[in-house]
């Protein structure tokens, strides 16, 4: 969910505020997703690179992860939604922390989609995380199932389509392992200008892609 910052910044608005708006599209691309039948959607919304932020950033942005969780998650979508979080989030505000995992409790019943946030989240952390677990585990041959078994997204499907907006053509380390196979789509457009006709759009392209998954195909 890329551009927030430089959205503001084009309308001489604090960063701030990118991350507001971004927030608003957020909601919209939800509910556009629920309405459209996708099972899950993951979301990048704090990396482990985004540290190096001012520190009035990084408190605005814990403050949004907080409201969304907290007041959107039960009142802003027209159906219910599980939500997940993948990353390391103990070095997080308290109370962060408590209502995020609140909310994953209460939510893990729910049936319509899965949402899943990357917050305090890397790839490569991810995939060092999950090597380390499988070591402790016992095991000295290590395979990819033991891999994919202790990775954040161990219950989720394979990941179909990664997104990232703003024109910037790179992963910035989300998802490493999981996008193995995945088709990518990189948009011109700023995260806040996000709609229900550009998820229209996204799945339209995706759905002509030929996926052969190193086979002939089509």
């Known amino acids: 969910m890329d551009g927030n910052g430089r959205w503001a910044k084009e309308r001489m608005l604090p960063r701030v505020v990118g991350h507001r708006r971004g ?22 919304a704090f990396s ?30 027209i159906k219910p ?5 993948m990353g390391d989030i103990s070095p997080l505000p308290q109370d ?13 019943n729910n049936g319509n989609m899965v949402v899943n946030i990357g917050i305090n989240y890397g790839g490569r952390d991810e995939i060092v995380k999950a090597v380390n677990d ?15 078994q202790n990775l954040y997204t161990a219950e989720l499907p394979p990941l179909d389509l990664v997104v990232r907006t703003s024109g910037e053509i790179r992963l910035s380390n989300f998802m490493l392992w999981q996008c193995a196979y995945s088709e990518f789509i990189f948009l011109d457009k700023y995260w806040p200008d996000m ?22 195909g089509k």
């Open 134 to 148: 499988v070591i402790a585990s016992g095991k000295k041959e290590i395979t990819v199932d033991d891999i994919e």
């Open 195 to 216: 709609n229900k006709k550009d998820l229209d759009e996204i799945l339209k392209i995706y759905t002509g892609r030929d996926r052969r998954f190193g086979g002939i």
């Open 23 to 44: 927030t608003t599209a957020l909601k919209k691309v939800i509910n556009a997703c629920i309405q459209k039948g996708v099972k899950v959607v993951s979301l990048y």
């Open 81 to 85: 939604v599980v939500i997940k979080v």
């Open 96 to 108: 962060v922390i408590d209502a995020l995992k609140e909310t994953v409790e209460k939510t893990k």
């Open 48 to 77: 482990s690179e985004n540290w190096k932020r001012p520190e009035s950033e990084r408190t605005a942005l814990f403050n949004m992860i907080k409201e969304f969780v907290a007041k959107d998650v039960p009142n802003k979508f």
